[in-house]
């Protein structure tokens, strides 16, 4: 006789008991809302098979609470984010690394949401010795506000050095906390990620008990507003994730806002993909901007956006963020900066066009989840892998393979110079 699954809310009630890291528990000691690893999110697609959960950057609270809404209908586990360039110290949205998950809980709560909820610092970016230095002191800050899963982001230098400072940096990081690695800068088409520097990263790494539930590449997308179709190259990411597979980490898409629906459903179905970030596509969609079916802004003749009336802020406050950006020389890929200044003015908006611009978010995610990502149901699976490992902390997906005598310091920059690739053209590329 089969025995019988237990109910998604007594399911969600023990995972609720056991599954918060403590610093959520800290925080936010009578939450009802689930907020875990992001290792449990990864665990959810992996158990579900071809299916990738949206990591929705929050540059704004309707974009947020839209975002659950959607997983929260979809029952699928959900990933809330915002890269440093964003919200770090030098932040341009309002929502950041500090209170980024007493938004996603005081939404929760107030909203009735019942799915896992990572909170993930994205693309937390070290350029050089002093952003090591100064990350050693902020990680843990981050940790204290209620993260629970990060991207140690050093794509921007060499291999060896990109390699080291993630070695570095992992002690700061908690062993049961998310954990991205990344390899090649995103520069769209320029400066692919190969082979050799990403099974270069994930030895090094591995030989030094670190073991990363996501690997981010350069594949040939971009962030912001895409203006061409190159997109995604699913044939690399592929070959990459193939030749990673000893080391079990999934991958994470990054700049999906540019790609179309048709190219992400392959990328499910055949790479090992687990984690999508969107941003830009759900910023535009909660202003009322037009946007395609995968979230890229649609321009008029002159390079202008569309503003669809009836959509989004209404159409006083969108002229006043035009005269704002125009003022200040804002190109349209620059728009994004307009969050923190007009975020406090949104907010002042009526209720009703609060939530139209909530509810135009949400319908946009469902679609993604459910028609192109597959991760429909996938809420259930991240609470019994919470359940089966009977805490908050799932552990690592992989073990040590690797020599660690192989991989001291003076071995990495000697095995780096070998490398040969190609980093693309110098420049900004943060989103």
């Not at 070290?126 to 230095?133: C, Y």
């Not at 037009?290 to 006083?316: C, H, P, Q, T, W």
């Amino acid at each position: 006789m089969t025995e019988k699954k237990p109910g998604y809310k007594t399911l969600f009630n023990k995972a609720l008991k056991i599954g918060r890291p403590p610093n959520v528990v800290k925080l936010f000691p009578n939450s009802k809302a689930l907020i875990v690893s992001g290792k449990v999110i990864d665990r959810a697609m992996l158990a579900k098979g071809k299916s990738i959960a949206i990591a929705a950057n929050g540059r704004n609270q309707f974009v947020i609470r839209g975002a659950l809404r959607a997983a929260q209908r979809a029952k699928a586990a959900l990933i809330i984010e915002i890269a440093k360039s964003e919200g770090g110290s030098g932040a341009y949205c309002a929502t950041n690394y500090w209170n980024m998950a007493r938004m996603v809980d005081a939404f929760s709560n107030e909203m009735g949401i019942t799915i896992p909820v990572a909170i993930h610092a994205d693309h937390y970016g070290i350029k050089g010795e002093k952003d090591v230095e100064n990350a050693k002191l902020e990680i843990p800050s981050m940790f204290d506000a209620g993260i629970t899963s990060i991207a140690i982001d050093a794509s921007h230098m060499p291999d060896d050095q990109n390699l080291l400072a993630s070695i570095a940096l992992n002690a700061y990081v908690p062993k049961w906390a998310g954990l991205e690695t990344e390899v090649g800068e995103i520069k769209g088409k320029a400066g692919l990620s190969t082979v050799e520097e990403a099974v270069f990263l994930m030895q090094g790494l591995n030989a030094h008990n670190i073991f990363p539930d996501w690997i981010a590449l350069n594949n040939g997308t971009t962030h912001g507003i895409e203006a061409s179709d190159a997109g995604i190259q699913v044939e690399i990411t592929a070959e990459i994730h193939k030749a990673l597979a000893r080391y079990k980490v999934s991958g994470a898409q990054h700049g999906t806002s540019g790609n179309s629906s048709r190219r992400l459903r392959k990328i499910a179905n055949e790479t090992l993909t687990t984690k999508a970030n969107v941003a830009t596509g759900l910023q535009m969609i909660s202003w009322g901007v037009e946007v395609n079916d995968y979230g890229n802004a649609i321009l008029d003749e002159d390079g202008s956006f569309r503003k669809v009336s009836g959509k989004g802020m209404n159409e006083a406050m969108w002229a006043e963020m035009v005269e704002y950006a125009d003022s200040k020389g804002l190109k349209k890929g620059d728009y994004k900066k307009l969050n923190l200044p007009f975020e406090n003015k949104l907010t002042g908006l009526p209720a009703e066009i609060r939530e139209r611009m909530v509810q135009d978010v949400e319908d946009f995610v469902y679609n993604m989840l459910v028609k192109v990502l597959n991760a429909r149901g996938t809420a259930r699976l991240a609470l019994e892998a919470i359940v089966e490992a009977g805490s908050y902390d799932v552990g690592p997906k992989g073990s040590r393979i690797e020599d660690p005598a192989e991989w001291t310091e003076a071995k990495i920059r000697e095995k780096a110079a070998m490398i040969v690739s190609d980093k693309g053209p110098e420049g900004d590329f943060d989103d």
